[in-house]
């Protein structure tokens, strides 16, 4: 994963379809499920990214909004916040741990 990667959208592509040749995380996880990530920093930082994951899909099941439409608004958040993707993305897993509380 990339982890000069700095935007949602950014990283949605990376997830969905693949940057810079390299193939997406969807299609690494589906051919090789957690063995590509086999290094603990790996392991770690797909874990710190995978909320985002979870919550556009959450966005779009409750919300009944597109993919698109969900990483346009977690994008526009990180913006008007001034926040990097790590911060974002710790915000969102605190918004995740108080759903299923």
Same mark, same amino acid.
């Given at each position: 994963?990339? @982890?000069? =990667? !700095?935007?949602?959208?950014r990283?949605? #592509?990376?997830?969905?379809v693949?940057? $810079?040749?390299?193939?997406?995380?969807?299609?690494? $996880?589906?051919?090789? +499920?957690?063995?590509?990530? *086999?290094?603990?920093? #790996? &392991?770690?930082? /797909?874990? !710190? &990214?995978?909320?985002?994951? &979870?919550?556009? !899909? /959450?966005?779009? +099941?409750?919300?009944?909004?597109?993919? !698109?439409?969900?990483?346009?608004?977690? %994008?526009? +958040?990180? @913006? %008007?916040? $001034?926040? *990097?993707?790590? &911060?974002?993305?710790?915000?969102?897993?605190? #918004?995740? =741990?108080?759903?299923?509380e």
């Open positions: 994963m990339d @982890r000069a =990667t !700095q935007s949602v959208d990283f949605w #592509e990376e997830w969905t693949g940057i $810079n040749g390299s193939p997406s995380i969807e299609a690494l $996880n589906a051919t090789f +499920r957690a063995s590509w990530r *086999s290094e603990v920093a #790996e &392991r770690k930082f /797909y874990s !710190q &990214r995978l909320v985002l994951v &979870r919550t556009i !899909q /959450y966005m779009v +099941r409750t919300r009944h909004i597109s993919h !698109q439409e969900a990483v346009d608004e977690l %994008e526009k +958040r990180r @913006r %008007e916040e $001034n926040i *990097s993707l790590s &911060r974002l993305c710790r915000l969102l897993k605190e #918004e995740e =741990t108080k759903r299923t």
